[in-house]
């Protein structure tokens, strides 16, 4: 199984479990820019709408979809605040 492959695995077994609160740990490390579109899109932002979801990642591409962001190095806060006002 490709880590992609694994990446959406997981991804579908938090989902199964219904939860209100949802930990995503960089599930888009392993996927291309379509799939890692359609899961912040379709999952993060359609499916878990009204959950709270704590996202770490690398992909900055998607920071416009959240809420909150905080900005880390080597454990500690560079820069924190609402979705759009952090850049």
Same mark, same amino acid.
Request: glycine share 12%; no cysteine.
């Given at each position: %199984?490709?880590?992609?492959? *694994?990446?959406? #695995? ?10 209100? &609160?949802y930990f995503l740990d960089d599930?888009?490390s392993a996927v291309d820019v ?5 899961? %912040?899109?379709?999952?993060? *932002?359609?499916? #878990? ?10 992909? &900055? ?27």
């Open positions: %199984m490709s880590g992609g492959q *694994k990446a959406r #695995l997981g991804l579908a077994r938090a989902l199964y479990s219904q939860r209100d &609160i599930i888009l379509h799939v890692g579109e359609f899961i %912040m899109n379709q999952t993060v *932002k359609g499916y #878990l709408k009204g959950k709270t979801v704590v996202m770490p990642t690398h992909a &900055i591409k998607f920071t416009d979809m959240a809420d909150d962001i905080v900005i880390m190095k080597k454990g500690r806060i560079l820069l924190a605040g609402r979705g759009r006002e952090v850049k």
